[in-house]
């Protein structure tokens, strides 16, 4: 990167196209997320996100079409009100957004590194990546 440029920037979207962001390509982590509540949201068995400062992602375009599900002063998800896609989730105290990595349009640099909230995944699904597997979010 040169100098005086900031980190790569990646659009995202959801599946109608009403809502568009961009985030920069400086996430801090990766992760498969198996808790009930992501497998809700994605109709999946797992939901990959990446993890960023909240300041990172903007919405660009459909700002007044994106659907709160939560409390919008604490954590929730941003949802596009026509397709319902899940765009990303707000979360550690409104500090850090978790991008769903599959409205990335763009590829980011990061991959997933774990399986987490495995002690809650969908016993018809079974992991075989061997990526390290914790019941619960990682603290360090």
Known sequence: MAEGEGPRRLRGG???????????????YAMNCHCSNCRRATGSAFKPFAGISSSALIIVEGGDAVLIYGDPQAEHDVHCATCGSLLHSVVREGRYVHVTMGTL??????RPTAHIFVGSKASWYEITDGLPAYDEFPTD
């Open 14 to 28: 959801c599946l109608c196209g009403a809502v568009r962001y961009e985030v920069e390509d400086a996430f801090e």
């Open 105 to 110: 349009a763009d590829q980011p640099s990061i």
